[in-house]
T-cell receptor, first 111, second 112 residues
Framework: QQPVQSPQAVILREGEDAVINCSSS?????VHWYRQKHGEAPVFLMI?????EQKGHEKISASFNEKKQQSSLYLTASQLSYSGTYFC????????????FGGGTRLMVKP | DSGVTQTPKHLITATGQRVTLRCSPR?????VYWYQQSLDQGLQFLIH???????AKGNILERFSAQQFPDLHSELNLSSLELGDSALYFC???????????FGPGTRLTVL
């Protein structure tokens, strides 16, 4: 069962902030975040490990609530280059440690 | 550039045909994963190989098969192709079986 991402799409103006959520019904080992531009390969952003770690990558950070099996990706002061589809991938011990991806969140940043 | 290479970049073929997609993992990576992404859809896991052995299978059709060779490159074979098989096929690699996966540029398959 794949994780659920919300929202499905979001439109921002340059400089605005956004939050993308990822929820799983299973206990998780880790959550992996990727960004994909249209027709290109998904690019790894960061990994969140069990333990509630919060990690950052420039102006993009994320958190992982182990109790709720939820992760959130925070994009602050968005730039045009942030446009794309964001996928969360979850790894769960009950899923054979495969990485299962959510349906994606389309982010469009306008000037 | 992730260091993962895939060939060919584009492939156009007819229904009923068979094709082979090739993937070379990053230097030092032992795991190779194959994913299918249909138009504007998510990433569907197909299969995982680790150091030549099959480790996990996802929603892979019986018409599809894969293998990983001693030099660690992998091939995904798709046979009896149908229109619905048209998609982007990505290969990803990681060092171990649970590490971060890095994706190749993909092969765009069009079945006419």
């Amino acid at each position: 069962q794949q994780p659920v991402q919300s929202p499905q799409a979001v439109i921002l103006r340059e400089g605005e902030d956004a939050v993308i959520n990822c929820s799983s019904s299973k206990a998780l080992y880790s959550v992996h975040w990727y960004r994909q531009k249209h027709g290109e390969a998904p690019v790894f952003l960061m990994i969140l490990l069990k333990g509630g770690e919060q990690k950052g990558h420039e102006k993009i950070s994320a958190s992982f609530n182990e109790k709720k099996q939820q992760s959130s990706l925070y994009l602050t002061a968005s730039q045009l280059s942030y446009s794309g589809t964001y996928f969360c991938g979850t790894r769960a011990p009950t899923a054979g440690n495969m990485l299962t991806f959510g349906g994606g969140t389309r982010l469009m940043v306008k000037p | 550039d992730s260091g993962v290479t895939q060939t060919p970049k584009h492939l156009i073929t007819a229904t009923g045909q068979r094709v082979t997609l090739r993937c070379s993992p990053r230097s030092g990576d032992l795991s190779v994963y194959w994913y299918q992404q249909s138009l504007d859809q998510g990433l569907q896991f197909l299969i995982h190989y680790y150091n030549g052995e099959e480790r996990a299978k996802g929603n892979i059709l019986e018409r599809f098969s894969a293998q990983q060779f001693p030099d660690l490159h992998s091939e995904l074979n798709l046979s009896s192709l149908e229109l619905g098989d048209s998609a982007l096929y990505f290969c990803a690699s990681s060092h171990g079986g649970t590490d971060t996966q890095y994706f190749g540029p993909g092969t765009r398959l069009t079945v006419l």
